[in-house]
């Protein structure tokens, strides 16, 4: 699909050339072959999977679960079950996709989502999708120095107070090749975060 796809812009390019020869020529157009070569080989530099999604390869594989749940700022953690969580890399090492299941709050939990590396904006990107709502949950951001924790700022809508774009964090802590942790920090309402939510993830 990707040799396809640059084999596609190869034949775009040639014919926006040649198109544009017959048209005044403007600034923000490629003049020559050597532009279109530029701008193919910039293409493929962003395209190309770097060491950001290097990293992700340590999340293919399975993992056993264990969720902690928090209802609030002061509550007490509420244990679940262990689950699974399956993780596959897709895409010529673009992105890891996710697929979980197991049990939470007495009620049987299927999700998945992606997680990926943007290289343009430079930042991470993940969505996730599951059986308790019927949300698309989207957060971005950024890794610390050392790579080993990824922090994903996003909007949430509220089901339970019909609050709307609730801000939310999702974090993921890299512990060793076997062992990693996934957290969300719900708005405490005072410009603060609590933790409500954490998977610890123990390679199978």
């Not at 002061?74 to 895409?91: Q, T």
């Not at 998945?112 to 709502?133: C, E, H, P, T």
Request: hydrophobic share 40%; net charge negative.
């Amino acid at each position: 699909m990707h040799r396809f796809f640059i084999q596609f812009m190869v034949v775009l390019c040639t014919a926006f050339l040649v198109v544009s020869v017959a048209l005044p020529q403007q600034s923000d157009q490629p003049s020559s072959e050597e532009d279109i070569q530029k701008m193919l080989e910039a293409y493929e530099k962003l395209a190309a999977p770097g060491p950001e999604h290097a990293k992700l390869t340590s999340l293919a594989g399975e993992w056993i679960t264990h969720v902690k749940i928090w209802s609030g700022p002061d509550a007490e953690p509420i244990d679940s079950p262990p689950g699974l969580h399956k993780g596959e890399i897709i895409f010529d090492g673009r992105f890891v996709l996710f697929t979980q299941t197991g049990e939470m709050m007495d009620m049987q939990m299927e999700g998945m989502g992606v997680l990926g590396f943007d290289k343009l904006r430079k930042v991470y990107q993940m969505f996730w999708i599951d059986n308790s709502a019927t949300p698309i949950y989207i957060a971005s951001g950024t890794a610390d120095p050392t790579g080993k924790v990824i922090t994903l700022l996003g909007e949430v809508d509220d089901i339970l107070t019909g609050e709307r774009d609730k801000d939310v964090k999702w974090i993921y802590r890299f512990e060793s090749d076997d062992k990693f942790f996934f957290e969300m920090w719900d708005s405490d309402g005072d410009g603060g975060f609590y933790k409500s939510f954490e998977v610890t993830y123990t390679k199978k």
